[in-house]
């Protein structure tokens, strides 16, 4: 009997990405503390100080994601900052900061239609300056402008062009706090040359090559929530993108957090502007003889209030391509990703496997969905190759989103079930996921679940088209027998092969249907039956003395990809007799007997006799005579092995 294994240890990482964190919360109230200070240092003895300002520019403001429910400050705050004066004409350390409240809700600027791209010159008055090069946005560099371009060309819609800028800079861009990255903002051409960076290198990249597209974007900075363990603190300072959309306003794209069209509750936004390298305070002092020492701002938040848990507005599911393969197979899983809002979302998607599954490639990405869209996207697993092939083995698989909505599901791995190689898998990949047409086709192959070797076998395969659209030139072929057909609304047509069953074991007959609007493919499987055989080895005592405990030993194992079925062995020889069941023969059985003292003669005649049966119930055996031979130097054995002889015959 063959035992199974259901793996858990995915259980705990569900968990963890199930449970609920700061990120799902409709609102947030918190409480931020940001203090700052600075030295005032004679130059030479005598020195005098007559005033000293300090503008605080990073100080939150209302919009349309958070409220200011309250600010605390010794300073006086205008519009775009936070002003303080000493008068005191000490020389020392001075302070300065505020305590604030903010509430952040969970909203965000919906665009809702399609919004056109290029941008016109009329819908871009007032916003020129976002479109502009700066000092570390160096949107003008003929590599940025390249990039650009050629992740732009073709596009006609402005969220899509955005989406695309963000997933590639998220793609290609490794974060890196290295030196140079935590020391200061790199240019945007430096991190498209480098690969590396931070949030900051990664928004000032983003950034730079909307605005060599003429699309107006500024680097937003504030303060927001980490679960990385390359921090210290959970809040951390932290840069974003906001890109202008005409009609609509200013959206947010966070590259580091894969948050493409918005920002969570956790981000505190303290301000925007056209460069990060803009200063986060500003020094004036009248003074003699006086130097101004300025230290890093600290910042400190703490979660006084949280709303209500939010719904992610992306329905998931998945579809596992096989739920039962063999050993060492690779195996295939598409995500569904369904947009019920009549507004354009991104969801960045991962799967979570247990470790005996690999996933091969990239796992986590990131899908642009339209109002209302549905869209699939796959990944390749491949099984260890050090599983015990006695038992089978459950493996749970669950997909999850950066707002941690999941979805799980399983496949089963068994000796004796079909394998796919990866050859195959890539065989059903699908290159363009924005074909999004393809899930209105529809195929369906008629073809037994087995068949017997040596038969002709003719496969006819369906494809209908469901949708609402008549297409035209469609590329329809199964394996490699291909035909051009239109298919009209609600219409399908129906082509036919022949295949050779030859060889046993499982076949698979893959299916594909390609032109303008549509891609897609899929695996069909059977089972090429032979007839049953089994191989058997018996191996019997050498040089046998009487008197001695015999053993005897059967290894029967199939020698075909048909299971022998009800097969039964038995083992006769002088005065013994016995028999095994052993139901279906799906691994070697190794069969043992031992006998004390048996009746033995010089010359011993054993029976081995196997019958078994095949899946529609005929029969088959097979008899093995072997001959064993047993000796004695004692006289007194030898008369009794000559006894024996005729005791044999009554």
């Not at 680097?219 to 603190?233: C, R």
């Not at 993108?241 to 590259?255: A, L, Q, R, T």
């Not at 949280?306 to 739920?323: C, F, K, M, N, P």
Request: some cysteine; hydrophobic content about 35%; aromatic content about 10%.
């Amino acid at each position: 009997m063959k035992r199974g294994v259901f793996l858990l240890v995915l259980l705990l990482c569900i968990s963890t990405v199930s449970a609920a964190s700061l990120y799902d919360y409709d609102q947030l109230v918190l409480e931020l503390e940001v203090d700052g200070s600075f030295d005032l240092i004679p130059t030479q003895s005598g020195g005098t100080i007559k005033q000293v300002k300090t503008n605080l520019l990073l100080f939150p403001k209302d919009n349309f994601r958070q409220t200011i429910v309250n600010i605390d400050t010794e300073g006086i705050v205008e519009e775009n900052h936070i002003n303080y004066i000493w008068t005191d004409k000490r020389v020392e350390e001075k302070q300065y900061g505020y305590e604030a409240t903010v509430q952040t809700k969970n909203k965000r600027n919906k665009v809702s239609k399609k919004i056109a791209f290029p941008i016109s010159k009329e819908k871009l008055i007032g916003f020129e300056q976002y479109t502009e090069p700066t000092e570390t946005i160096d949107s003008n560099d003929i590599n940025i402008i390249k990039m650009a371009s050629e992740l732009a060309e073709g596009e006609d819609d402005l969220f899509k062009v955005s989406f695309k800028l963000a997933e590639w800079v998220e793609k290609n861009i490794k974060y890196d706090l290295n030196t140079l990255t935590a020391s200061a903002s790199q240019t945007a051409s430096w991190t498209l040359e480098n690969k590396n960076g931070v949030c900051d290198e990664m928004t000032s990249l983003f950034v730079a090559m909307a605005r060599s597209l003429g699309i107006p974007a500024r680097f937003a900075s504030g303060i927001s929530y980490s679960t990385s363990d390359l921090f210290d603190e959970p809040w951390q300072p932290h840069g974003w993108g906001e890109v202008y959309f005409p009609e609509v306003g200013w959206v947010g794209f966070d590259i580091t957090f894969g948050e493409y069209g918005y920002v969570d509750v956790t981000h505190i936004k303290l301000r925007d502007g056209f460069d990060p390298k803009e200063p986060a305070t500003e020094f004036e002092w009248f003074a003699n003889n006086i130097d101004l020492e300025a230290k890093n701002l600290d910042f400190n938040v703490k979660v006084l209030d949280q709303g209500t848990l939010t719904e992610d507005e992306i329905v998931l599911s998945t579809d596992v391509h096989a739920s039962k393969i063999g050993f060492n197979s690779y195996n295939r899983v598409k995500g569904i990703i369904i947009n019920n809002e009549n507004y354009y979302q991104a969801t960045t998607l991962q799967l979570a496997v247990p470790k005996e599954v690999e996933i091969i490639e990239r796992n986590r990405r990131t899908i642009l969905l339209a109002p209302g869209e549905r869209k699939e996207t796959y990944w390749t697993l491949k099984l260890n190759d050090k599983l015990d092939q006695k038992y089978w083995y459950e493996f749970p698989i669950s997909l999850y989103s950066e707002k941690n909505n999941s979805i799980s599901d399983s496949f089963r791995a068994e000796k004796g079930e079909q394998t796919f190689s990866f050859d195959e898998i890539k065989q059903l990949e699908v290159k363009n996921e924005d074909k999004t047409y393809s899930q209105k086709i529809s195929f369906d192959c008629n073809m037994p679940k087995s068949i017997q070797q040596n038969e002709l076998l003719k496969i006819p395969c369906t494809i209908k088209n469901t949708g609402n659209k008549n297409l035209k030139n469609i590329n329809f072929c199964i394996e490699n027998i291909c035909e051009i057909v239109n298919l009209a609304i609600n219409q399908k047509i129906t082509e036919e092969i022949t295949v050779k069953t030859e060889d046993a074991g499982w076949q698979k007959v893959f299916v594909s249907a390609e032109n303008g609007n549509i891609e897609k493919r899929e695996s069909y499987d059977y089972q090429i039956v032979d007839k049953p055989l089994i191989i058997t080895e018996v191996i019997l005592p050498k040089n046998l003395e009487y008197g001695k405990t015999a053993n005897f030993k059967i290894d029967v194992r199939k020698e075909s990809f048909a299971i022998p079925k009800e097969v039964k062995v038995s083992i006769k020889g002088p005065k013994f007799e016995n028999a095994w069941n052993l139901n279906d023969l799906n691994d070697k059985q190794e069969l043992t007997l031992q006998l004390n003292d048996p009746p033995f003669s010089f010359n011993n005649k054993i029976v081995i006799e196997i019958s078994w049966k095949d899946e529609e119930g005929n029969e088959y055996n097979k008899i093995i005579t072997e001959n064993l031979k047993v000796n004695s130097e004692r006289l007194e054995e030898k008369l009794k092995m000559f006894f024996n002889i005729f005791l044999k015959l009554f």
